[in-house]
């Protein structure tokens, strides 16, 4: 099927088969590979992206179903100016391996622009491996103070 | 997964005219064709049909593409149900799942979702492991010799309570349905779990106004604080005056085949105090009949604590 995705801010053109995800599409087919693929069955939240702005998992969401616009983790920066969230999970170490944290950037994001006042509730659909929950809990503050000036 | 075609229909005619597996949210549909669970040749991306709508000024009405998330933080949504909704799922998966597709969302039951394993759900006469295996979360309610499976909705919970009903369309017409007879006991077919025909879309859900369940919560215990589906939970409502049950409305979850609602708990609760020595008499009838299996019989005090617990929450509005 010929289908055109809005990602990042760019229109791609592409052809796929019916059964391709998002997911598989952004990393296999355009190289987009900050949404990352851990358990490829809407369990763990490592691909995250949003879609009209809002947080979906992009391992459950087939490619040719998407109607809005896709942000990954890749959309976030202005140039290297990092978002918020971005500069928040640097500034907390909120990561060790790295592996799940485009996924939890993408949902913190989300919690920022939300306003949300329960943080480990908000974020329970991204799984950390190495633990790291403390410090993206602080990183997700951080960016909610920081929301504020910016 | 499985090679398969798929259509856009952009109207409910042309849903209706071409036989396939409809495709909403993809939460549940896309899960279990990666699995091989579901093997559609045809799916119909629904997505694009007007069924769209959250109108809370009589009752509440919700078009069944509206998405979990959505449906949730709508003011004026009873408490219990946005409350399930809340404690459903993860906040991405909320933004993605339809209310029409949480009802007909399917089991969890690792055997279920296993297709190197019999399942009389989804292979029916093969066989239930469940019931000699793994079945620490299985029913203990509704049960059958064919399928202990619990299932797995919080939202159908509280709609249950609510007497809440569900419209249905396909190419014959439209009708409407409660919920409580939508949904079908294993008994011998386990693989029927409801009163949907071939072709027929959910394409509203109705609940009656019911003024006095703006007082009303839910309550889901599991393993985990979040992101985990019930061992037990409990949708309740009380219409409390004077410091009597005047009305109420009990139906839980994580414990039985289907949402399961207690009505002789309710009775016992009508003219009972609104207090946790009468709450705790009038649950203590909540598990009768349960038939528990080799690891699941803690679940008969948890579903009667939750209840109680459910009840003092929701008295204190």
């Known amino acids: 099927m010929d289908i055109s995705l809005h990602i990042n801010g760019r229109a791609e053109d592409l052809s796929v088969e019916a059964g391709v995800t998002l997911l598989d599409a952004l990393r296999e087919?355009?190289?987009?590979?900050?949404?990352?693929?851990?358990?490829?069955?809407?369990?763990?939240?490592?691909?995250?992206?949003h879609v009209d702005g809002r947080p979906v998992l992009s391992c459950l969401t087939l490619a040719t179903t998407v109607r809005g616009a896709v942000t990954t983790v890749e959309g976030l920066?202005?140039?290297?100016?990092?978002?918020?969230?971005?500069?928040?999970?640097?500034?907390?170490?909120?990561?060790?391996?790295?592996?799940?944290?485009?996924?939890?950037?993408?949902?913190?994001?989300?919690?920022?622009?939300?306003?949300?006042?329960?943080v480990r509730e908000f974020m329970s659909g991204n799984i950390c491996r190495c633990a790291a929950y403390p410090n993206i809990v602080a990183a997700v503050e951080q960016a909610r103070r920081s929301d504020a000036t910016v | 997964m499985r090679p398969f075609e798929l259509t856009t229909p952009a109207s409910l005619d042309a849903a209706f005219a071409t036989p396939g597996t409809f495709l909403a949210g993809g939460t549940t549909v896309v899960d279990l064709m990666k699995l091989n669970v579901l093997t559609p040749q045809q799916v119909l991306d629904i997505n694009d049909l007007p069924l769209r709508g959250i109108d809370t000024r009589d009752g509440l009405r919700v078009g069944a593409l509206e998405r979990m998330g959505d449906v949730a933080a709508h003011p004026g949504v009873y408490p219990v149900i946005s409350r399930a909704l809340l404690a459903s799922a993860s906040q991405q998966l909320r933004n993605m799942a339809s209310i029409g597709g949480n009802l007909l969302q399917r089991t969890r039951c690792g055997y279920f979702r296993d297709v190197a394993m019999?399942?009389?759900?989804?292979?029916?006469?093969?066989?239930?492991?469940?019931?000699?295996?793994?079945?620490?979360?299985h029913a203990i309610l509704g049960t059958s010799e064919h399928c202990v499976a619990t299932h797995a909705s919080d939202l159908a919970v509280a709609l249950v309570?609510?007497?809440?009903?569900?419209?249905?369309?396909?190419?014959?017409?439209?009708?409407?349905?409660?919920?409580?007879?939508?949904?079908?006991?294993?008994?011998?077919?386990?693989?029927?779990?409801?009163?949907?025909?071939?072709?027929?879309?959910?394409?509203?859900?109705?609940?009656?106004?019911?003024?006095?369940?703006q007082r009303s919560t839910y309550v889901k215990v599991r393993d985990r604080a979040s992101y985990e589906f019930a061992l037990c939970s409990a949708a309740v409502a009380l219409d409390i005056q004077d410091g009597q049950v005047a009305d109420a409305r009990v139906a839980v979850g994580g414990v039985a085949t289907v949402p399961w609602r207690l009505t002789a708990v309710e009775d016992a609760l009508r003219g009972a105090p609104a207090t946790v020595e009468a709450f705790e008499q009038a649950a203590a009838i909540a598990a009768d009949g349960a038939e528990p299996l080799s690891d699941n019989a803690f679940k008969i005090p948890l579903l009667t604590r939750t209840v109680v617990r459910a009840l003092i929450e929701g008295s204190r509005g």
């Open chain 1, 77 to 118: 920066s202005d140039g290297d100016r990092l978002h918020p969230v971005q500069q928040a999970f640097v500034d907390q170490d909120a990561l060790q391996c790295g592996f799940c944290t485009s996924g939890q950037v993408m949902s913190a994001v989300a919690a920022v622009e939300q306003d949300v006042t329960d």
């Open chain 2, 118 to 137: 019999p399942c009389n759900k989804r292979v029916p006469g093969s066989g239930c492991p469940a019931i000699t295996g793994a079945n620490r979360t």
């Open chain 1, 29 to 49: 087919r355009l190289s987009i590979t900050g949404p990352k693929k851990g358990c490829d069955r809407g369990q763990c939240g490592a691909c995250t992206v």
């Open chain 2, 161 to 213: 309570a609510l007497d809440a009903e569900v419209r249905l369309a396909g190419a014959h017409g439209t009708r409407t349905v409660r919920l409580t007879d939508f949904y079908r006991l294993p008994g011998e077919t386990p693989d029927v779990e409801h009163d949907l025909r071939p072709g027929e879309l959910i394409t509203e859900v109705v609940v009656p106004r019911l003024d006095w369940a």
